[in-house]
C-alpha cells in the first residue's frame, strides 16, 4: 500500500493539493484522485505466452465490463426519467425463455419415466436413471430453511416482529414469518417452502453498525421487495435461473478434464467433453440472454424499494443506509483484525484483559470511527469500480444518486417509537452465536 510520510504528508505528489492523511486509513487526494485504489501488489512476471493470454483475458473481460456498465447506466437514466419499465418486451421475452426452460425439464421428466417404466433392455433403464438424477437437479425448488442458522420466531423476539410487522402495514405487504441471523454485511428478504413463508435475512455486521433510522430503511427496502414488483424474485423466473445454472455447472468441462489415466479413460474424457461443450455454451449464452431481458424489470424494482424505504423511514436515513453498506471492506478488515486481536488474547489469557464492551458494540464504534474523507474515498471508489452489494441490485453509487435527485421525503414512521433495548436483548443469544461463528466473540 502507498503512504506517504509523514514529513511530506500534507501535499499530494500528484497535484500539490492537501491529502487524506490519517495513518490508519490510506492517504489519497481529493482533488486528483490521486491513489484512490492504491495499486496492487506487482504480480511475478509470466512468461511470455502466458502473459499475453492474461492480457487478453483481461481485455475481453474490461469490454464486458464496460457492455453491462452502459446498460446499467441506461436503466438508470429511463427510471429517473419514470419511464415504465415493469411489463416490457423484455420482461416478457424472459418469462417465454423461462417456459422453455421448465418445458425442457419437463420432457426430460416424461423421457425418464417412460425409460425407468418402459424400457426393454438395461441399457436403456440405466439411461432413464440418469435422466432422472438430472430431472431431480433440475427440478424448481422452494427452497428451505437453513439448518446452522439462527432462528427467530414471533415469540421468540415479540419486539422485532412488532418493527416488521409495523414496516409491513405501512407498506401494504405481509408480515414476516421467520427472521434469520447470519454473519453478512447484508440482509434479504424472501419465501420459503411450500407455505412460501416470509423469511427476513438480518446480517448482524450490518444491522449492528446502522443506526436506529437506517434499521427502519433497510426494513423497508427489504419488506418492499414484497410490493415493487421484482419478478425475477418470483417462482417461475427464479427457478428457471436456478436450472440453467445447474444445466452450466453440470457440463462445465473442467469437470471431466483428465490429465492422468488409461488411454481409454483420456479418450472417453475427451470425448465427452467434446459433447458437453455446445450444451454447456448454450446454458451460459440463456444465462446471460436472461440476465440481459431482466435487468431493467429487476434494477427498476430495486430503485423502487429504495424509494418505499425513504417515504417510510425518511430520504436521511436510507442514504445513510446507502452510504453504510459502501463500508464493507472497513468492516471485512476490523472483522478480521478483531478475530486476530481476540486470538492473541487467548494465547496470553490472563495478561491481556478482553475489552468491556461486545464484539458488536465494538465493530459499531470502529466504524462511527471512520473519518469524512475514507467515507468519500469509498463513496468514489465505488462509483469508479461500479460496486453493488450483490448481483441483483444497481451499483451503491447509483442508488444514491436516485434518491438525491427525488425530493426529500421525511419519513411516515418514526424509529423511536420502536423498543430498541428489547429488540437487542431479542437477537443476544443469535449475536453471541454469530459472533462465536465469525470468532470475535462469545
Ligand atoms: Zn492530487
Ligand atoms: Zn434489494
Not at 419437463?106 to 436403456?124: E, Q, R, Y
Not at 419478478?231 to 423466473?237: D, E, F, H, Y
Not at 479413460?265 to 436472461?290: D, H, K, W, Y
Not at 469500480?385 to 421525503?409: C, I, K, N, Q, Y
Request: with cysteine.
Amino acid at each position: 500500500m502507498t503512504r506517504v510520510r509523514a514529513a511530506d504528508a500534507a501535499l499530494c505528489p500528484a497535484c500539490g493539493s492537501p491529502v487524506a492523511d490519517d495513518p490508519r486509513f490510506t492517504s489519497w487526494c481529493p482533488s486528483c484522485e490521486w491513489n484512490l485504489a492504491p495499486p496492487p501488489a506487482p504480480a511475478p512476471a509470466a512468461p511470455a505466452p502466458e502473459q499475453r493470454r492474461t492480457d487478453r483475458r483481461r481485455r475481453k473481460e474490461e469490454t464486458a465490463r464496460r457492455t453491462v456498465r452502459d446498460r446499467v447506466e441506461r436503466v438508470y437514466t429511463a427510471v429517473a426519467a419514470d419511464r415504465p419499465a415493469v411489463r416490457d418486451p423484455a420482461w416478457l421475452g424472459a418469462n417465454a425463455l423461462a417456459g422453455a426452460v421448465h418445458l425442457t425439464t419437463l420432457a426430460l421428466a416424461v423421457c425418464a419415466a417412460g425409460l425407468l417404466i418402459a424400457a426393454p433392455t438395461w441399457p436403456l433403464r440405466v439411461l432413464g436413471l440418469f435422466a432422472a438424477a438430472l430431472v431431480l437437479s433440475l427440478r424448481p425448488r422452494l427452497g428451505g430453511l437453513p439448518r446452522n442458522t439462527a432462528r427467530l420466531y414471533r415469540g421468540d423476539a415479540p419486539g422485532l416482529f412488532a418493527l416488521t410487522d409495523r414496516v409491513a402495514r405501512a407498506l401494504g405487504g405481509r408480515p414476516v414469518d421467520v427472521v434469520l441471523v447470519t454473519g453478512d454485511f447484508n440482509a434479504g428478504f424472501g419465501r420459503i417452502g411450500l407455505r412460501r413463508r416470509h423469511v427476513l435475512w438480518l446480517g448482524l455486521p450490518l444491522w449492528a453498525v446502522l443506526d436506529p433510522g437506517q434499521r427502519l430503511a433497510l426494513l423497508g427496502h427489504e419488506l418492499g421487495h414484497q410490493v415493487n414488483a421484482d419478478s425475477r424474485r418470483g417462482l417461475w423466473l427464479r427457478s428457471a435461473l436456478a436450472a440453467l445454472d445447474e444445466w452450466e455447472e453440470l457440463t462445465r468441462p473442467a469437470l471431466y478434464r483428465q490429465s492422468f489415466g488409461t488411454f481409454v479413460e483420456l479418450a472417453a474424457s475427451a470425448i465427452l467433453q467434446l459433447l458437453l461443450r455446445p450444451v454447456n455454451l448454450v446454458a451460459r449464452a440463456l444465462l446471460e440472454l436472461l440476465d440481459r431481458l431482466t435487468l431493467r424489470t429487476g434494477q427498476a424494482a430495486e430503485y423502487r424499494a429504495d424509494r418505499l424505504a425513504a417515504d417510510l423511514a425518511g430520504t436521511g436515513a436510507s442514504l445513510g443506509l446507502l452510504r453504510t453498506l459502501m463500508l464493507r471492506r472497513t468492516v471485512d478488515t476490523t472483522l478480521l483484525r478483531m478475530r486476530a486481536d481476540r486470538a492473541r488474547r487467548a494465547r496470553r489469557t490472563g495478561t491481556d484483559p478482553a475489552p468491556a464492551a461486545g464484539p458488536w458494540e465494538e465493530l459499531s464504534a470502529q466504524l462511527a470511527d471512520v473519518p469524512a474523507l475514507e467515507r468519500e474515498r469509498l463513496l468514489r471508489l465505488s462509483a469508479r469500480e461500479f460496486g453493488t452489494v450483490d448481483r441483483s441490485h444497481p451499483p451503491t453509487h447509483l442508488r444514491l444518486a436516485m434518491l438525491e435527485a427525488r425530493p426529500p421525503a421525511a419519513g411516515r414512521l418514526r424509529a423511536d417509537a420502536a423498543d430498541w433495548p428489547a429488540i437487542d436483548a431479542e437477537l443476544a443469544p443469535a449475536a453471541r452465536q454469530v459472533a462465536a461463528d465469525l470468532e470475535i466473540g462469545r
